[in-house]
């Protein structure tokens, strides 16, 4: 399978899609950016980006930051629970 690198932004794009119906709870801007980094750091440390790989990595990393949030909810900028 062809890295994602070598694909088409709609390949992206359609893993943004997907991943952003899957968390509806993050804005869809940053979902798009967790796939963006995902790819840029596999590519940093040689691995090969394929799509299925980027969304798997993307999909783990949202999931870690959905189940970090505390009850309570998260601090805003200012201190404040959110």
């Known amino acids: ?3 994602l690198a070598d694909h088409r932004s ?3 794009d359609e893993l943004t899609q997907r991943l952003g119906d ?3 709870t993050f804005p869809l801007d940053a979902v798009h950016r967790c796939v963006a ?3 840029a750091c596999m590519t940093h440390l ?3 980006a394929t799509p299925a790989r980027v969304e798997r990595m993307a999909r ?3 999931t870690g ?3 970090s949030e505390p009850p309570s909810g998260r ?3 200012d201190g404040v629970d959110g």
């Open 22 to 24: 899957e968390f509806a």
């Open 10 to 12: 709609e390949t992206r």
């Open 75 to 77: 601090a805003t900028a």
């Open 37 to 39: 980094d995902v790819q």
């Open 46 to 48: 040689g691995l090969e």
């Open 60 to 62: 783990e990393h949202l």
């Open 65 to 67: 930051i959905l189940k």
């Open 1 to 3: 399978m062809p890295a």
